[in-house]
């Protein structure tokens, strides 16, 4: 039996994106700047695609703001970032955002810093949701920028986006929703940019899209040939953006039914492990994105864990797919104060609609006898 | 003259060689033509003791100067040209060279040095290197001669029927031709040690078998992967050869269970070794290479190596024994294994490591411990859910 509950690290693509993407290259594949028919063909696929991507991440997106294709989460971060410091020019200024944002966001946030950009990181409570005070006090007149993530990746938590947006003051208000978009509707009320990515919502890996505001200028990151408005140049990825579209749509689609289906299936699987299994921290909040739940079996090793799940044909993941490769531990987790077996021994299950309950019997049986089977033996440490 | 460029290969300390010096020629040359297989029309001679390769003109002359250095058992190597043993041949010659060269790069100063193979040639050696080096300042006309700091040197090797003109000798590894001195077994992990002590004993001359231990699920896939790369670069140097994979997971869990923790790390070490020489039997391989360092961690303090010793009957060799690490990492980053080693990923080893492990062990009371495993029940298992890898060269 095969068991995929790594979603937050990619997802497999819909089968309806598979063949938007294969139609794209091998039937419809001129170039969207062209000035002939095939040119102007997929300029109209693009157009399509940014349509529905907008309005799957809210009913107002598209009405308040413009879609700008990326090459994924990361790449959005950054131009949300460097184009605001750009426009910022020499005066510099200040930059408030959390702990616990996703690493594109805070490698970012330490190059500015570098660059002479004042950042406030502000903290998390132990539920995983970044003080809201915190960051609304930081904010002030000098403050240009203003970021904090819809969703944690690492546990799921749905941070108070709306709050801290509504002071932002005279700065901007980016939030990255690459965990939430497809799985809840966007908060866009104060926001100015929103980061978005393909693969995590089935759609093609190397895809993704920044919306801004409407009649917000910001300088570009990538210059050249113009394309997207002149904000990010280079010829569009139109497959990609074409089967992002796709998966957009199909996510909007069925997006009460996806949820409940992630919902019923995590909640099963959470409230099996407190049931069968001793010793165990949730680290994902009540208040949680349905796709995400993180436990730690306190005293083990999640890597360990993982591989003797992945033994049974069950995937999934330590911490983030980007930082468990890595030796660190999580520092998601270390923001909220966990101890240090407990951060050890952490894993992330997150969901797609494929998952089922009959699956999650599978998966807390070999838990339970992956958990048993290490804390017999130990690793002394 | 011919279209082939020309290259001496010297054979270092297999010149030494007495009586058999012919056979560690001919498993040199044969070697070097393995290693420029891949190229077209290359010929490799042996002649007066040393190694001649030529090469298609086309072939670029640092292409085939790095896979002849990659022979075990080169000592130098020198792109050369050929000529008749003439004088007028040979300053014509020179002074083409020359020119050549300054056409590379800027030279102001020469000298030129000669060496007599052929003691019937009438001129003499340092008469030699006055003649042609009057040619050369005659036919480069700004060009000056300096015995003392020369920007180029120019070599006149004259012998019997041909000579050769040359400029510089690329250093080798030096070392024995491989497949000259048996085969080992190395216990290869993924650290920066243990690559590095393979490759030491096969430069001189002995052919390798690896042997891997992991504790899947305890280690991850991406470990094993990183082996096998590491493997791929040995393979570069020590030729094809295979890599026996074993979880010592079993035995792991079996130690832990029944041993005092602080002993755990020997106790593996232990049966790693007697697994090792198993395999090692089994695969026609006469001793075990490891990359023990003395002193470098609490399982290679003089008293622990004794103990693993004892585990074994085969010869253990260690070619690291008296290193420093940072010799070792030099060696690591001069053979290309050391990007990879560094990487990231825990070995068997560190997966139980105790938090205060013996370091002096007593042979007597680690047999004790042992004597509360079926070791050899072990040891039969380990050895038969081997997974035997081809390794070729990246």
Redesign the interface.
Known sequence: MKVYLDNSSTTRPYDEVTDTVTYYMKEEYGNPSSLHHMGIETEKALKKARRKVADAMSSQACETGDIFFTSGGTESDNMAFRCAALSAGRRRGKIVTSVIEHPAVLETCRRLENLGFEIKYAGADSSGVVRADEMKEAIDDDTIMVSLMTVNNETGAVQPVEEVSEAKGGALFHTDAVQAFGKMHIPLKNADMVSLSGHKIHGPMGTGAQWIRKGLHLQPMILGGGQENAMRSGTENVPGCAGLGKAAEMAEDRIEQRTETMSRVSGYLLEGIKDQIKDIRVNSPEKRCPAILNVSFTGTRGEVILHMLEQSGIYVSTGSACSSRKDGKSYVLKAMGLADDDIGGAIRFSFSEFNTVEEMDYVLDKLKESVERFRKLGSFR | MNEKNIFIVRCGETALKGQNKPYFERMLAERIRKLLKKFHGIQVNRHEGLIFVRADKEIDRKEIIKETGKAFGVASISPAVEVRSDMDDICAAAVEYMKEIMSEKKVATFKVDAKRADKNFPVKSPDIARTVGAAVLKGCKVLKVDVHDPDVYIFVDLRKDVSYIYQQKIRGFGGLPLGTNGKGLVLLSGGIDSPVAAWMMAKRGMMIEAVHFHS???????AQAKVEELAGILAVYCSRFRMHIINMLPVQ?AI??NCP?EE?TILLRRFMMRVAEKVAADAGCGMLITGESLGQVASQTAEALTVTDAAVQMPVMRPLIALDKVDIMDIAKKIDTYDVSIQ?YEDCCT?????HPVTKPKLERILRSESRLDAEGLIEAAVNSREVKEIYPL
């Open positions: 899947y699920p305890y280690t991850s896939e991406r869990e832990v269970k923790q755990t990231p997966v139980f490591l105790p938090k």
